[in-house]
């Protein structure tokens, strides 16, 4: 296989994935390193297509089933699965993060969390890396864009953020 049927199998495996696929698990699937994955799809972006990296891989943007809401929010950051938690428990998807940087302005991090396993691996992975939340930027200020299947889950998202103090206004 040459590098563009490579970086056309690539495209076709996230056209028809629900879920990120990890540039390891590509990179498996098609007996090259991770390294060349992470090439490849530099240049698949590069050609116009629109791939969002997460902490748990590529995915190609879908359309959105339910509500998007955006929660401004402030805490410490050792509290951070503790907010994560209370907006996935509700059933409710965390799309990104955004902190407005006093330089560089508005910076998002994509997530795409949707269970307490998602949340788990993220903060993990957060302490694993020794990697400082965005938050960390704005003294703790930041907003969520939280995918929501309706209203009633996105007032009960409003409700437990309220409870733990952690929406900030």
């Known amino acids: 296989m040459d590098a563009q049927q490579r970086r056309q199998m690539i495209a076709s495996r996230l056209g028809a994935s629900t879920a990120p696929l990890s540039a390891a698990t ?6 090259v390193s ?6 490849d799809v530099a240049l698949l972006r590069a050609g116009g297509l629109d791939i969002t990296a997460t902490p748990r891989g590529y ?4 359309p959105p089933a339910g509500i998007q809401c955006t929660f401004a929010c402030r805490h410490r950051p050792d509290q951070m699965g ?5 907006i ?8 990104d993060v955004i902190v407005e940087h006093p330089i560089y302005g508005q ?3 994509p997530l795409r969390l949707s269970s307490r396993y998602d949340v788990a691996q993220f903060v993990s992975r957060c302490r694993e890396e020794a990697a400082a939340p965005l ?3 704005t003294e703790g200020i930041h907003l969520h864009t939280v995918l929501c299947p309706g209203q009633a889950a996105a007032d009960r998202v ?5 409870r733990l103090d952690f929406l900030y206004r």
């Open 158 to 162: 409003r409700e437990a953020l309220e």
């Open 88 to 95: 996935v428990d509700q059933g409710c998807t965390v799309l």
């Open 107 to 109: 910076l998002t991090g």
């Open 135 to 137: 938050s960390q930027l």
């Open 59 to 62: 995915l190609l943007p879908r």
């Open 82 to 86: 503790k907010e994560l938690n209370a």
């Open 26 to 31: 590509l990179a498996r699937e098609l007996s």
């Open 34 to 39: 991770r390294q060349i994955i992470v090439g």
